[in-house]
């Protein structure tokens, strides 16, 4: 190989740079996330339904699939105006990551920063999405606006 | 082996093609396994084939009037308040006959008729200019009439607002959640952010409630809201016995929004 | 052929660090502009495109140019164009390069860039831009790169790059129409709601385009060993008279249908632009320079004797490019937003942010135009025995 020193040792060097991620981390212990679902809400739906999961689709499913169930509430809500969702069960959920979803998950800092720190991922919904203010109660409905609901049980929360 | 440069390139290249084909072709074809799922309309949705507007001034009569319809509208939608014209965001303004109907204002008007204000939207038309030259189709027009904004794919590269004809439209040139008031900010809607266009909506989300927008539930009955091709609704009655005009007909957007002129006792009392 | 731009003098690389250095300004203050948003440029609610925009027309206009040389050579077998064609397929490229960095970075959500492709919209103008530009793109870099390569290996190009070649005629004027498509079609403004707006879009582009090809290869002349020929630039110099003349022409025309009409929205942007409109009226001195420069190149591009003397015609391509360059950076796009919608007046003056970042991308696009010509420059001077150069020249090391 023409320059084959220079070249093995370069390739060398990249090789130690692109995994010194994994070397200098070596050994470092970091605590697997365990996101909160313990929220008055939850148990609310909890004790109303009589099972452990209340949410719109199994756990199994949402760990890893929440985003392609949020384009697709997305894309049916907003685009197509089919604001009502029938899950696989029967239950049915009005579409909206703000008073739907957040409603139970109001506690983002313990829900979904706790997987989306560990990940460093850092979805931008919430530049728009007004998150959840985080307080010791469950949070009330937003007072003075002309839009709030009566906040109902999670499966059928209505704007 | 030996292997001279080109071909080395080409087989690097060939292989992460078809390595990224094939790799994107099964992600797309495992898709998502959920079952079943259903996605409807809600049922207390008011439906209509095409939505309008007719708007009376003679109804309105001072600026706290005007100022509490645009309230009406802006603070529930979390619209941000600048104080300086250049970042200005607005869904529904107040502005003078000559404004509002350019050219067709004359010397001899009566001048308190000349500065009459009158309530400025968009006008949802029916053949929107903004709708077709969107790239992405970030914004559309639903099938009952109204045109709608989908902030998640604009890509802010504001051609729409230099189609429509009427100034409707307003742009995110910074983040606005700093110039929301967080004491009044409306946590069941969401803000926009930097870098998308918005406009009013006819109160898409109130309308899937079964609600009026705001600014014609706050107007006193100076706004009339109702379906253009439904022949016995009252938004076409009053079409039908009053002198309405729509801004700039000549173009030929087909604006869904008409302006009682010289309204007073010929206009039918809204229910 | 690439390692030709690693090589060079030591006036190459200072050109090439500076113009890095300009480039890294823009991009630092692209940065400034991607966290705070648009708001950083003097943009407003009335006037939603300015510096950005402007210059992607400009530059749509000086890469569809290349044209101009393409047809008498493929199409007329003019052969002499043959030494210059590459420098006009070139500049395309850094033209067109800069048009995109351009449109990049007056996108509100550059980052969802991808929405366009992945949502195809064949009823928006806009949609068609995208293409056209990545196609032209595309066109001018396969058929520049292999014919410069044929050239180097002393054989014919091969035969696939004929038909590209043919394409690529209709292919530039496209683009500019598409890009005037973006203004000519929108209902609500009278000053680009014109028919002659993607003539007039032509007329522009094959004279600015051409007139900076001519200043390229007085520079290529002076500054390298390679002689693009005098012959060939007086040639170019025909196409930049004649077509600067038809753009004026074009400007008359919309001028005369505007205040013959005397329908106020007509009249409106022009009066702003060129006399000031309710007090408003930064954009005066720009547009009458703009307007006398054309004048003045005319006077210097039309008589032969002035035409045809290389010093003057230097002169006459420069006030050409800036006269065009003001029409259409400043008065074009600017003009259409002024009166706004419900005439009321907002002005507009680009930012300092706005400015570096447009320099940054205008280095970009030099950065670019230096290495390709570069490359070309360094395979024609492999090939053609060294030209006596006028006396003054300073030889290469």
């Given at each position: 190989?023409?320059?084959?020193?220079?070249?093995?040792?370069?390739?060398?060097?990249?090789?130690?740079?692109?995994?010194?991620?994994?070397?200098?981390?070596?050994?470092?212990?970091?605590?697997?996330?365990?996101?909160?679902?313990?929220?008055?809400?939850?148990?609310?739906?909890?004790?109303?339904?009589?099972?452990?999961?209340?949410?719109?689709?199994?756990?199994?499913?949402?760990?890893?699939?929440?985003?392609?169930?949020?384009?697709?509430?997305?894309?049916?809500?907003?685009?197509?105006?089919?604001?009502?969702?029938?899950?696989?069960?029967?239950?049915?959920?009005?579409?909206?990551?703000?008073?739907?979803?957040?409603?139970?998950?109001?506690?983002?800092?313990?829900?979904?920063?706790?997987?989306?720190?560990?990940?460093?991922?850092?979805?931008?919904?919430?530049?728009?999405?007004i998150?959840?203010k985080?307080?010791?109660?469950?949070?009330?409905?937003a007072?003075g606006s002309?839009?709030?609901?009566?906040?109902?049980?999670?499966?059928?929360?209505?704007? | 082996?030996?292997?001279?440069?080109?071909?080395?390139?080409?087989?690097?290249?060939?292989?992460?093609?078809?390595?990224?084909?094939?790799?994107?072709?099964?992600?797309?074809?495992?898709?998502?396994?959920?079952?079943?799922?259903?996605?409807?309309?809600?049922?207390?949705?008011?439906?209509?084939?095409?939505?309008?507007?007719?708007?009376?001034?003679?109804?309105?009569?001072?600026?706290?009037?005007?100022?509490?319809?645009?309230?009406?509208?802006?603070i529930p939608h979390n619209?941000p308040?600048?104080?300086?014209?250049?970042?200005?965001?607005?869904?529904?303004?107040?502005?003078?006959?000559?404004?509002?109907?350019?050219?067709?204002?004359?010397?001899?008007?009566?001048?308190?008729?000349?500065?009459?204000?009158?309530?400025?939207?968009?006008?949802?038309?029916?053949?929107?200019?903004?709708?077709?030259?969107?790239?992405?189709?970030?914004?559309?027009?639903?099938?009952?009439?109204?045109?709608?904004?989908?902030?998640?794919?604009?890509?802010?590269?504001?051609?729409?607002?230099?189609?429509?004809?009427?100034?409707?439209?307003?742009?995110?040139?910074?983040?606005?959640r700093?110039?929301i008031n967080e004491a009044a900010m409306n946590r069941e809607y969401?803000t926009?952010?930097?870098?998308?266009?918005?406009?009013?909506?006819?109160?898409?989300?109130?309308?899937?409630?079964?609600?009026?927008?705001?600014?014609?539930?706050?107007?006193?009955?100076?706004?009339?809201?109702?379906?253009?091709?439904?022949?016995?609704?009252?938004?076409?009655?009053?079409?039908?016995?009053?002198?309405?005009?729509?801004?700039?007909?000549?173009?030929?957007?087909?604006?869904?929004?008409?302006?009682?002129?010289?309204?007073?006792?010929?206009?039918?009392?809204?229910? | 052929?690439?390692?030709?731009?690693?090589?060079?003098?030591?006036?190459?690389?200072?050109?090439?660090?500076?113009?890095?250095?300009?480039?890294?300004?823009?991009?630092?203050?692209?940065?400034?502009?991607?966290?705070?948003?648009?708001?950083?440029?003097?943009?407003?609610?009335?006037?939603?495109?300015?510096?950005?925009?402007?210059?992607?027309?400009?530059?749509?206009?000086?890469?569809?140019?290349?044209?101009?040389?393409?047809?008498?050579?493929?199409?007329?077998?003019?052969?002499?164009?043959?030494?210059?064609?590459?420098?006009?397929?070139?500049?395309?490229?850094?033209?067109?390069?800069?048009?995109?960095?351009?449109?990049?970075?007056?996108?509100?959500?550059?980052?969802?860039?991808?929405?366009?492709?992945?949502?195809?919209?064949?009823?928006?103008?806009?949609?068609?831009?995208?293409?056209?530009?990545?196609?032209?793109?595309?066109?001018?870099?396969?058929?520049?790169?292999?014919?410069?390569?044929?050239?180097?290996?002393?054989?014919?190009?091969?035969?696939?790059?004929?038909?590209?070649?043919?394409?690529?005629?209709?292919?530039?004027?496209?683009?500019?129409?598409?890009?005037?498509?973006?203004?000519?079609?929108?209902?609500?403004?009278?000053?680009?709601?014109?028919?002659?707006?993607?003539?007039?879009?032509?007329?522009?582009?094959?004279?600015?385009?051409?007139?900076?090809?001519?200043?390229?290869?007085?520079?290529?002349?002076?500054?390298?060993?390679?002689?693009?020929?005098?012959?060939?630039?007086?040639?170019?110099?025909?196409?930049?008279?004649?077509?600067?003349?038809?753009?004026?022409?074009?400007?008359?025309?919309?001028?005369?249908?505007?205040?013959?009409?005397?329908?106020?929205?007509?009249?409106?942007?022009?009066?702003?632009?060129?006399?000031?409109?309710?007090?408003?009226?930064?954009?005066?001195?720009?547009?009458?320079?703009?307007?006398?420069?054309?004048?003045?190149?005319?006077?210097?591009?039309?008589?032969?004797?002035?035409?045809?003397?290389?010093?003057?015609?230097?002169?006459?391509?420069?006030?050409?490019?800036?006269?065009?360059?003001?029409?259409?950076?400043?008065?074009?796009?600017?003009?259409?937003?002024?009166?706004?919608?419900?005439?009321?007046?907002?002005?507009?003056?680009?930012?300092?942010?706005?400015?570096?970042?447009?320099?940054?991308?205008?280095?970009?696009?030099?950065?670019?135009?230096?290495?390709?010509?570069?490359?070309?420059?360094?395979?024609?001077?492999?090939?053609?025995?060294?030209?006596?150069?006028?006396?003054?020249?300073?030889?290469?090391?």
């Open positions: 190989m023409y320059n084959g020193g220079k070249i093995i040792i370069g390739l060398l060097i990249f090789a130690a740079l692109v995994t010194s991620p994994f070397w200098t981390n070596a050994g470092r212990k970091v605590d697997v996330p365990e996101p909160k679902v313990d929220t008055p809400a939850i148990k609310e739906a909890q004790a109303a339904l009589g099972k452990k999961e209340v949410c719109v689709e199994p756990r199994s499913f949402m760990r890893g699939g929440h985003m392609q169930l949020l384009n697709q509430w997305r894309d049916s809500a907003l685009r197509q105006g089919k604001r009502v969702y029938t899950n696989s069960e029967g239950r049915t959920f009005n579409i909206s990551l703000q008073n739907t979803c957040m409603k139970c998950h109001s506690n983002k800092k313990n829900f979904c920063d706790k997987c989306h720190n560990y990940l460093a991922v850092s979805p931008y919904c919430w530049d728009c999405h998150a959840p985080e307080e010791e109660r469950a949070p009330a409905v007072a002309e839009m709030a609901p009566a906040a109902a049980a999670p499966e059928e929360a209505k704007l | 082996m030996k292997i001279n440069r080109r071909d080395f390139i080409r087989m690097a290249g060939i292989t992460a093609v078809a390595g990224l084909t094939g790799a994107g072709t099964i992600a797309r074809l495992k898709g998502n396994s959920l079952e079943a799922a259903d996605y409807t309309p809600p049922a207390e949705a008011l439906k209509a084939k095409h939505w309008g507007m007719v708007i009376d001034v003679s109804k309105i009569a001072t600026p706290e009037d005007y100022q509490r319809m645009m309230d009406a509208c802006h619209v308040g600048f104080d300086n014209p250049k970042d200005e965001i607005k869904w529904i303004w107040a502005d003078t006959y000559e404004h509002t109907f350019p050219g067709m204002e004359h010397p001899y008007m009566n001048p308190e008729f000349k500065e009459k204000n009158f309530l400025v939207l968009c006008n949802h038309c029916e053949k929107p200019a903004c709708v077709r030259v969107c790239p992405t189709k970030a914004t559309f027009k639903r099938a009952d009439g109204i045109v709608v904004m989908d902030y998640h794919r604009c890509i802010g590269c504001r051609f729409c607002m230099a189609a429509c004809p009427f100034g409707a439209r307003s742009f995110n040139w910074r983040d606005p700093p110039f969401p926009r952010t930097k870098g998308v266009v918005e406009k009013c909506t006819f109160c898409v989300e109130r309308l899937e409630k079964g609600e009026i927008p705001l600014c014609v539930e706050k107007s006193n009955g100076a706004i009339v809201f109702g379906d253009l091709e439904d022949p016995d609704s009252e938004i076409r009655n009053i079409l039908a016995s009053t002198y309405t005009i729509r801004r700039k007909p000549e173009l030929g957007t087909g604006p869904s929004i008409y302006y009682v002129i010289g309204g007073g006792g010929h206009v039918r009392e809204s229910a | 052929m690439l390692e030709k731009a690693l090589s060079g003098s030591r006036r190459y690389w200072t050109l090439v660090l500076v113009l890095l250095g300009l480039a890294g300004a823009g991009v630092l203050a692209w940065f400034k502009q991607y966290s705070y948003g648009l708001g950083v440029t003097g943009l407003s609610r009335d006037v939603t495109w300015g510096f950005y925009i402007s210059q992607f027309t400009f530059l749509v206009g000086v890469a569809a140019s290349a044209v101009m040389i393409v047809i008498p050579y493929y199409l007329h077998h003019y052969k002499k164009f043959g030494r210059i064609v590459i420098l006009g397929e070139f500049l395309a490229v850094s033209a067109v390069t800069m048009c995109l960095l351009f449109i990049f970075a007056d996108m509100g959500q550059p980052m969802r860039m991808m929405n366009i492709f992945l949502h195809p919209t064949p009823n928006s103008v806009m949609f068609w831009d995208a293409m056209v530009l990545g196609g032209y793109l595309m066109l001018n870099i396969v058929i520049g790169w292999t014919t410069l390569h044929a050239e180097k290996k002393e054989v014919a190009p091969p035969s696939w790059v004929k038909p590209l070649i043919y394409l690529s005629i209709p292919w530039a004027i496209s683009i500019h129409t598409v890009t005037a498509f973006l203004y000519a079609g929108l209902p609500g403004r009278h000053f680009w709601l014109s028919a002659i707006m993607a003539a007039r879009f032509l007329a522009s582009a094959f004279s600015g385009g051409p007139a900076l090809l001519i200043i390229l290869a007085l520079l290529v002349r002076k500054y390298t060993k390679f002689d693009p020929g005098e012959e060939q630039i007086r040639s170019v110099a025909k196409i930049v008279a004649y077509a600067m003349a038809a753009n004026v022409f074009f400007l008359g025309l919309e001028f005369f249908t505007a205040f013959y009409s005397n329908i106020p929205g007509h009249m409106n942007s022009f009066i702003y632009l060129f006399a000031g409109l309710e007090g408003h009226g930064k954009l005066v001195p720009l547009m009458w320079t703009s307007a006398v420069l054309a004048v003045v190149s005319l006077a210097l591009l039309i008589p032969p004797q002035t035409r045809n003397r290389l010093d003057v015609l230097l002169v006459a391509c420069i006030a050409v490019f800036i006269s065009l360059w003001i029409d259409k950076g400043f008065g074009l796009v600017i003009g259409g937003f002024i009166p706004n919608p419900m005439e009321h007046i907002t002005e507009y003056w680009p930012t300092a942010t706005e400015l570096t970042i447009t320099i940054g991308i205008y280095a970009i696009g030099f950065l670019v135009l230096t290495v390709l010509y570069k490359v070309a420059v360094s395979v024609k001077e492999e090939k053609e025995p060294p030209v006596k150069l006028p006396a003054g020249a300073k030889q290469e090391a």
